[in-house]
């Protein structure tokens, strides 16, 4: 009896904490909230979604309204009416090729600002910071005016006339977009991170700069690389002013230019429009439910020492 009375002593207590848990206002609140701000978020998504599967007539008689048939053959319809597969794989294309540059370069030049020590650094490591603040916007004609008299591309001669340049090619589309003052940032912050005893030992073994970027501070700058990749393709992939400005040809345009097409003058598919959609959304997807952690860890990194 004694037993079961301590026991019941322990227990008790217990449960009753967890029941007072359960029923915090507070946290019903919290809980609440985050339940608001996931309908929030997901609502455009399952609207977008429920439009591509009805038929015209029901998209503005139903509204919200499931269905009464499900018309999944919109997506074939999407793909065949406009030259979607296409643009799909020049962005797919593009957005590979940029994020792998942004790879490459941001981190040999944040492997620069964070380790090596030379004249002027901290001056040239601040006037890429500056460059965050100067919105695309104001960089668009400059580089476009850049870009068109490029010497000796798109029929150019040595002085950048007569032709178009890099417009309306893959060059256009990629060779601009190298450059990456956040992931230079991104990866700086990263590499300041990093114990240099292993850089000091590698030194001592007779390795050079690049060796120990490439066999020491590359090895363990995998979540740091993988944020960055995936920051670069997201951003390039859902890229639409710069190839509209740039293209020309059907064959050279991208999937958010292309779903412009969609919207004829006077009348919009929206059927067509939202099934194609869905489809751009699907590689953004992919990589947001495979490599969610390293979006969270990527903000994080941003905050660490100067």
């Known amino acids: 009896m004694a037993g079961a009375e301590i026991a019941r002593a322990y227990i008790l207590p217990t449960a009753r904490v967890v029941s007072r848990r ?14 608001l701000l996931a309908v929030i978020f997901v609502f455009p998504f399952a609207w977008a979604f429920l439009t591509s599967v009805k038929s015209d007539q029901e998209i503005f008689r139903e509204g919200l309204a499931l269905p009464s048939v499900w018309r999944f053959d919109n997506y074939p319809r999407a793909i065949q009416s406009y030259n979607l597969v296409r643009y799909f794989l020049n962005s797919l294309l593009v957005s590979v090729i940029v994020a792998a540059a942004h ?20 001056a040239l490591f601040a006037l890429v910071l500056a460059t965050l603040m100067v919105p695309s916007q104001a960089t668009l004609v400059p580089l476009f005016i850049l870009v068109k008299h490029w010497p000796l591309l798109g029929d150019n001669d040595i002085l950048g006339q007569g032709g178009f340049g890099m417009l309306d090619s893959y060059w256009v589309l990629t060779v ?25 030992a590698a030194r001592i073994d007779g390795s050079s700069e690049f060796g120990i970027y490439w066999r020491i501070v590359v090895p363990l700058s995998g979540p740091a690389m993988a944020t960055l990749g995936m920051f670069s393709f997201q951003n390039i992939w859902n ?25 004829r003058e006077g009348t919009t598919d929206w059927t067509l429009l939202m099934a194609g959609t869905m489809i751009a959304t699907i590689p953004i997807l992919v990589v947001f439910i495979f490599g969610q952690r390293f979006f969270t860890r990527g903000i994080a990194l941003t905050g660490l020492k100067g």
């Open 239 to 263: 890229d639409f002013v710069w190839p509209l400005v740039t293209t020309r040809s059907d064959l050279m345009k991208t999937i958010q230019v292309g779903l412009a097409q969609f919207r």
């Open 22 to 35: 359960r029923l915090d206002p507070g946290r019903v609140a919290y809980y609440a909230f985050l339940s």
């Open 176 to 200: 601009p977009m190298f450059a990456t003052a956040y992931g230079t940032f991104l990866l700086r912050q990263f590499f300041l991170g990093l114990p240099g005893e292993l850089e000091d």
């Open 103 to 122: 790879l490459i370069l941001a981190s040999t030049a944040g492997y620069a600002f964070a380790r090596l020590h030379f004249r002027g650094r901290d």
